[in-house]
């Protein structure tokens, strides 16, 4: 039998041969690539390479536990307490009568000639942990261990082959040649160091004092070493000179690779060397430092070889394959006008596209004396056809420029963006080989992801939003967008050639750029070929809604709200803190207001805390609120808006309806509040009906994983606590936390995976399960999980999913167990009846006797939601609007 590594492909004729590989090679890169099971047919992924070997002798055991009790047939475990079966084993008995201590059920030992019972679940565990230590199936009670009825001879044929255990697998390492082994634990000793500065965010000078005293203490032990050799010669027999004790302790120390290799003046004995053994032997693309005048300097980060190495290094390649299309839908940038227009990518050749990001990011505390002193301005880039569920992880997001601030004032973005222009524009000319195709690819910059100041001040218009034209998709101003709204057509949209007018008006007479909302030209614009700033600066959803209008509203609403006495701040505030926050929730769980931001017209917060108020907010406080409240209307409304905004996919129609809700809520907000004065980011929203046309869905294009990326550099900071030459200890780090991605055996992580599995009877599922599982196999057991992640979402039991759609309600089902059979993952799901309550803008669910089994691709939306327990009635709030699937 031939074993195949998942990671690298590489072959093995036995599975110790495999799992030492493991060991050897992508072990130490766990943290980023989760090490898979060995075995094809099992998704499990461990994040420690003893997590996989517990793993094994846990799920994958090389004798069937049959053989223990009985001469044919699996073992069943049986509950004394309660119908529950499946195959035996002892993690499948604890975990499974624990259930029933944390119900206060009297509880009996389970091994044979053990008379203990308690109903304490610590009293349970301490006496067997005590009282039990052996792992054989062969002592439990036979009550609880019987052969299945059904004699399930398959399991034993499954599981028949001879392995070596466990704790024998790493014995077949010397069979590996001596210098490559030796090679192969330098190459591990070098990435531990890589993974302790560039994952771990560990200090040079730390990294060294662990050095240094690791080899005193090697060093240290000699004298022990040789005592202990020679106790063991002497014990056998064997008479040996001083003189060869000596040989044999030497060679014994040399043989320790971590001290050879840190020694003094050996290759990894400094943090100089070390740098430079990475720089020689990893796939890294250094920063290089561009002066803008005498110390003034930029970091680059030359785009075009990193480019080269992303393709060389990973199966981006066949990631970009993946990228979603849909017919009259758009799903990602490729069905917007914007990409169709755009005479390069267009083509229908493979194309790189670019989506850049710029912003800037406070090094120091924002409230200490040395703010703004090292503010930096990154700048990072993406490729844009790269899938959602990929592009989202950070270490896809790659490093452009990084810049001081009041040298970017200084200079311009001429100055600070022409190493990264020159480079894109022959990208556009004559493109990038690609090894893996043998030829070259072209590409350009499809579009810059920034808030509304920094799009304004790339892209060439007024960064003043007080008054005059103040958008970069019409003309109209700020005193107009109070009157009239986008869909009235009341105001003059941009175009390619007026802006282009309007720029060469404004370099000749400065005094029209208020009027015409440009004050020059866009250096993209005009670098770049296949790049206009009318086309390339999308509206940013993170900025606009969830940190503009969501927290303005919600102060200007729940302020209202108090003085009409529905509820007090504090009863608001209880609800906020005591709420049963569940799985994202409580990650993202909203902080309790002040009074000040009350009054101060807005609550704050950041984007991922605004939404989750909102979106729970009629789960805390609705009960509180009359039906048919204008100002409730208000805030619902707003709901449903960000609902739609955060939607990945559109139809014509969903755009069409996302142009009425906004409208509807702007008329409210006014009706509600007529001495509100809307803010340019209300009239930015219209216009994202017509934009998610132009773009795709705005939520691919928006800013919320690029400022994710900043917490990297800020980490750096934090632990160097050095700002001299700041940037360029910055752009080091991220290029050596770049290369330890790109050696690692794979830079995305696998599709699913799932970090504990558990054996199931298919005979004890529910009957619409065992008929889904007969269609994918004969096998009469199979695996489950509590918890499964496919593509970057994570599925828990408990959590809802919707699986369809009635009268034209979405219809859902809470995941009841997760099975895992032939590498596919089923839900099977106790069916809900769904209502919707207009006054929450929410679902209330109704449990049905029934079961239904789904699969990721069939479902409505892919995101579980949680669902609470409010007044007796259990309510589930949408994240996003759902688009129902077309029946086929």
Known sequence: MTWICKLCAAAFNTKSDLLTHYRLQHSHYSRISPLPCLYSDCICTCQTFPALKAHLSRCHPEQPVSHSLHSQGPVIFKCPLCTFQQPLSQSAVFSHLRRHLKNHETVQCPYKDCSYATNVYSSFNTHQSREHQADLVADFQTEIASEDPCNLASASEETSEECPGPSRELENADHVETVSLRNQLKKYVSSLFLKMQAILHISDTATQEIVDHLNEVFSLSEPLIKEAVHDVLTKNGHCISESALSEVVAAIMDCNVLSTSTCKGAELSSSKRRKTFIEHNYPCVMPVEYQLEPGHASMYVPILSMIQELFRSTDILKKISETDTAFNQYVSCANGSYF??????????????????????????????????????????????????????????????????????????????????????????????????????????????????????????????????????????????????????????????????????????????????VKGGCVLQESLDY????????????????????????????????????????????????????????????????????????????????ATLLRLLPLLIGSEVPEGDRVWAVLMDLKEVVELALCPSFTDETVDYLAFKISDHRRALLDVFPEVRLRPKHHYVEHYPALIKCFGPLL?????????????????????????????????????????????????????????????????????????????????????????????????????????????????????QILLCNNNVSFLCSDYESWYVEHLRSYELTLQKSFSVHIQSNLNDIIPLPAYRVDGALILTPKRFILVKQQS
Not at 462 to 467: I, Q
Not at 547 to 565: A, D, F, T, W
Not at 722 to 742: C, P
């Open 700 to 816: 691919h294009v928006w800013t919320m994983r690029f400022e994710a990326k900043h917490r990297f550099f800020k980490r750096v900071v934090h632990d160097v606590q050095n700002f001299k030459n700041i940037l360029k200890t910055m752009a080091i780090r991220h290029q050596h936390m770049m290369a330890y991605h790109l050696a690692s055996p794979s830079f995305f992580n696998p599709n699913t995976q799932a970090t504990r599995v558990d054996s199931v009877l298919v005979s004890s599922l529910p009957e619409v399960a065992q008929l889904h599982i007969r269609e994918h196999t004969t096998t009469d057991t199979i695996f489950k999980a509590s918890k499964v992640t496919i593509d970057g979402t994570d599925y828990v039991c408990g959590m809802f999913l919707c699986v369809g759609a009635s009268g034209g309600l979405s219809q859902f089902s809470k995941i009841e």
């Open 340 to 517: 169709m227009e755009n005479e390069l990518l267009s083509t229908g050749d493979l194309v790189l596209p670019l989506q850049l990001y710029i912003d800037d990011l406070e090094l120091c505390n924002p409230l200490g004396t040395s703010r703004k002193i090292h503010k930096v301005c990154a700048v990072y880039w993406v490729l844009a056809n790269l899938p959602p569920k990929y592009r989202s992880t950070l270490h896809a997001i790659q490093l452009a420029i990084l810049v001081k601030v009041t040298d970017l004032r200084k200079y311009g973005y001429a100055a600070v963006l022409a190493p990264l222009l020159r480079d894109v524009h022959t990208l556009e000319v004559d493109g990038v080989f690609i090894e893996g195709l043998g030829q070259n690819v072209k590409g350009t910059v499809f579009c810059v992801s920034a808030d509304n100041l920094a799009a304004h001040g790339l892209g060439g218009f007024v960064e003043s939003f007080r008054s005059g034209c103040v958008c970069r998709f019409c003309l109209g101003s700020v005193e107009q967008y109070q009157e009239s709204e986008v869909r009235d057509e009341k105001f003059a949209p941009r175009t390619k050639t007026s802006h282009d007018l309007h720029v060469q008006t404004v370099k000749v007479s400065d005094t029209l750029s208020s009027h015409f909302g």
């Open 531 to 610: 790049f206009h700033a009318l086309t390339g600066f999308p509206p940013d959803i993170l900025h606009d809604l969830l940190e503009g209008i969501v927290p303005m509203e919600l102060s200007l609403c729940l302020k209202e709200m108090i003085r009409l006495k529905y509820f007090t701040l504090d009863f608001l505030n209880n609800k906020i803190t005591t709420f049963p926050y569940q799985h994202a929730d409580k990650v993202n769980r909203p902080q309790p207001l002040s009074q000040a931001s009350l009054s101060r017209g807005t609550i704050g917060g950041n984007g991922h805390e605004n």
